[in-house]
């Protein structure tokens, strides 16, 4: 793989600003730490999965900064990201074209003809079930993301996503060395345990983490971001509009900037939990999913997933935070916007703080009803761009 210099200075503020005139150091990257990535990358076949969030952003910077571009960049899109992440994707793709990188290869999986739906979310709606994750399995990612960006690469030669290989697959046939996937992963508490229990290799590729070998945490990648390319170019959480992973805070701001995407999400999860497939019991739980939903304060304690939240239902959310009319429609006023863009920053201090001191978690069932001293929809706000996490 060839390398890249960094290039002249007093490029336009839309670049990367803070890279020098090749040979002089940079302020975002330390000689050690150029140096660290250098040995390690300098020479290989590098491909990046590029998930369009903070820390994947942050890794291709790290990569510029230290004179290192990659043979092919890879993005899987599952059709359900915010239409924020989508935007970023343009831009960023903009930057690549600017540094001579690689686009971005957006890749996908394709089903068979007559299966009746072409995404994750169809996928979920027509088996009337949540995605594995609200279960505590990853094979939703395995199966749209993993595996359509490694036959990005690898090719297909049969079924629904035949293609050829990618000519960095066939460089690494041609010389005998295997492409390195580099994943950002920070040094956060729970990016460290996640990439402490995945294997480095696996029959096709070799994995490393770059963030990681810098020592940076999240904050920092926002930090060196907004100093390489401007704060515009920090993205939103990459994430499925239903994701099960999602805080509390970004339901509020899914609310605030996107209800129709949330109202999607809890028609998905009333088809799961009232479906032939649901596992909901209603003798264990003594009612019905819908009459909890309805009525009750909270869901009775369970292992049993009860909804995206796992250990809570979006649409119960919903109901208690006045999110939603008598029909779970999301409320659109203008004021019902500010107050929940408000819920949503609070909530997100509030996670920042314990994060801060290292306190755990609250429970959420403790956290979905709003607290008595939040106004319920002041009549005007300002409404504040989304924060990032």
Request: hydrophobic share 40%.
């Amino acid at each position: 793989m060839s390398t890249d210099p960094a290039v002249a200075s007093h490029q336009t503020s839309n670049d990367m600003t803070a890279v020098h005139q090749a040979g002089e150091p940079s302020t975002l990257l330390s000689c050690r730490q150029r140096h660290r990535l250098r040995a390690a990358l300098a020479g290989k076949l590098l491909a990046v999965c590029y998930g369009a969030g903070v820390d994947s952003t942050a890794l291709l910077v790290a990569l510029k900064l230290a004179g290192l571009r990659p043979d092919v960049i890879t993005f899987a899109d599952v059709m359900a990201e915010k239409p924020e992440t989508m935007a970023h994707l343009d831009r960023i793709d903009a930057l690549l074209a600017r540094w001579g990188w690689p686009p971005i290869t957006i890749c996908w999986k394709s089903t068979l003809p007559g299966t009746g739906y072409d995404d994750l979310y169809g996928n979920c709606i027509a088996n009337e079930t949540l995605p594995s994750l609200a279960f505590g399995m990853k094979s939703c990612s395995i199966k749209w993301k993993q595996k359509p960006q490694d036959q990005a690469i690898k090719g297909a030669k049969s079924g629904p996503n035949a293609s050829p290989p990618h000519p960095v697959w066939i460089e690494a046939q041609r010389r005998g060395e295997r492409i390195i996937k580099l994943i950002g992963y920070d040094c956060s508490p729970a990016d460290l345990r996640r990439s402490r229990n995945l294997p480095t290799a696996d029959a096709d590729f070799d994995y490393l983490y770059p963030l990681q070998m810098l020592g940076w945490t999240r904050p920092d990648c926002v930090d060196v971001i907004t100093a390489a390319l401007g704060a515009e170019y920090v993205p939103i959480k990459s994430a499925c509009f239903f994701c099960p992973a999602s805080k509390l805070w970004e339901l509020f701001w899914l609310a605030a900037h996107h209800p129709n995407l949330l109202e999607r999400a809890l028609v998905l999860e009333r088809n799961a939990l009232t479906g032939r497939h649901s596992r909901f019991n209603d003798v264990e739980f003594g009612a019905s999913w819908e009459e909890l939903v309805r009525n009750a304060d909270r869901f009775p304690s369970s292992n049993t997933t009860v909804g995206l939240g796992r250990s809570f239902a979006w649409n119960h959310w919903a109901r208690l935070n006045d999110v939603v009319d008598g029909e779970f429609r999301v409320r659109r006023g203008e004021g019902d916007r500010a107050h929940f863009t408000a819920r949503a920053t609070e909530l997100l201090q509030f996670e920042k703080a314990n994060r801060a001191t290292g306190a755990r978690p609250a429970n959420r069932q403790n956290l979905i009803r709003q607290p008595e001293h939040v106004p319920r929809r002041p009549l005007a706000g300002h409404i504040v761009e989304g924060a990032t996490k």
